[in-house]
């Protein structure tokens, strides 16, 4: 939705990716044809026709680090990257696994050179943070399909921007604050604010109680993509460092790869220019949408 809002970006491609099997937030072994179903809603929620814009992925994670998985999403990402036309930076988002994108290049790796991954996800590198307590074993994301992780990571040349779990976990907002910046603003706001709150409250059994925080982990993917500086472009009010890029191992740990190429790893991002943004266009949305109503009902 917060990209979508965002007048300076292009959104070419909504990709509808897998959850890893038995996932509890859906479990049903569709889950990359259900998340379609959702970006659908959510299109729908705000007046826009999706068209082609929406292509589902796999189901299924890789079975090895040469097979890809086909998918319509795997189609639809090598077409768009492989275009001619256009000389606008391409930014391939990925809030989740990497089952697609890493399909997308064992089919044609060409398009490593037209394209930046931005990728949630991974575990602490040593050095810039320690695991959070009672980390799971491979970071949440990484697990959703760790061979895919390894061909993106290991074999292929794509560049990568990634925010790890210390990063992604730096952005916390309140219920308080989603209460009042998010719920209130109209019925959009309404439904994305329900939306958190049902996971607030399917976890508070486990938890031993409520939450007041939620992590929008994968907000930075608007932050270092729309709300780039506007000389020499680049995401100034965030930090990363430049490293050689690791291979991963079936634990998700970082291997040292000596003549790797270089991979940004952001170690703090700007989350009072990211959720202000978030939530100034929310409210801007939902005055646009009231008059506009006012005026087709004059």
Known sequence: MHH???PSVDIRLVVASHLRAGDPFDPSGRSAQNAALVAHD??????LTAAETIVTGSDEPLSDRRTARPASAVDAIIAEAMRDDVSTPLFYLAGGG???IASAWLIEPRIAERLTLVWIGGAEHDGLAAPPPGAMPVEYNLLIDPVAGQVVFGDSDIPLWQIPRDVYRQC????AELRIRVAAAGPLGRYLYEEVASVFRMVATYLGGAAETYALGDSPLVLLTVLQSLFEPDPSSSRHVVRPTPALGDDGAYLDVPGARPMRVYT???TRLMFEDLYLKLAEFERWRASSGEAAAS
Not at 172 to 175: A, G, T
């Open 4 to 6: 979508l809002l965002s």
């Open 42 to 47: 959510v299109f729908a929620r705000m007046g």
């Open 98 to 100: 990497l089952t697609d």
């Open 172 to 175: 916390l907002v309140s219920d």
């Open 268 to 270: 703090w991002v700007d």
